[in-house]
């Protein structure tokens, strides 16, 4: 069970050939760039930075202050 405080949601990272998908515990209120930053994502793809990257929730475009809600995927 997540404590009130902390909501479970999904962080991707998809290209034709590379495909990550990671599930994280975070604070509610984590925005959409917080959690891509706390899965480690970049770590493991260092050459997301240089490039132009979008976020989106399920596909839907959003700005990377956009709060998460418990089950969204980034």
């Not at 899965?39 to 596909?59: K, N, T, V």
């Amino acid at each position: 069970m997540v404590p009130d405080d902390r909501i479970r949601v999904a962080v991707a990272y998809a290209l034709p050939d590379v495909q990550t998908v990671l599930q994280l515990e975070v604070a509610a209120g984590t925005t959409a760039l917080e959690a891509i930053r706390a899965s480690g994502l970049i770590e493991r793809h260092p050459g997301i930075e240089s490039r132009s990257i979008e976020l989106a929730i399920f596909g839907r475009k959003v700005p990377p202050a956009t709060p998460l809600k418990a089950g969204d995927r980034v």
